[in-house]
């Protein structure tokens, strides 16, 4: 069981930047492939970005080359670097916990990501 909280969301004006966390549970963090994903209102939840163990990554087109997201196994953490935020980037960002073996997924609550034109 894995338990997920976020921070860093807030308002912003397009073309700033702004940092999200995310802290985990548990002793076995370096065993999930942790990572971000978003929800518009009246849209689905989308990939954001994810991050195995050792360091390798993944992002949506939509982000690549303006978020970053990395890991600290030593403090649980999962951070996402967000650089010339669109308004198009708003949306409620959740962090995300996927068991390599299970690949059962595990949720934060999720923080609110908003960027004023």
């Known amino acids: 069981q894995v338990q997920l909280v976020e921070s860093g969301g807030g308002l912003v004006q397009a073309g700033e930047s702004l940092s999200l966390s995310c802290i985990a549970s548990?002793?076995?963090?370096?065993?999930?492939?942790m990572g971000w994903f978003r929800q518009a209102p009246g849209k689905e939840r989308e990939f954001v970005a994810q991050?195995?163990?050792?360091?390798?990554?993944n992002y949506a087109d939509s982000v690549k080359g303006r978020f970053t997201i990395s890991r600290d196994n030593a403090k649980n953490t999962v951070y996402l670097q967000m650089n010339s935020l669109k308004p198009e980037d708003t949306a409620v960002y959740y962090c995300?916990?996927?068991?390599?073996?299970?690949?059962?997924?595990?949720w934060g609550q999720g923080t609110q990501v908003t960027v004023s034109s």
């Open positions: 991050v195995w163990s050792g360091g390798n990554t």
């Open positions: 995300n916990a996927r068991a390599v073996i299970t690949r059962r997924d595990y």
């Open positions: 548990g002793r076995t963090f370096s065993t999930y492939v």
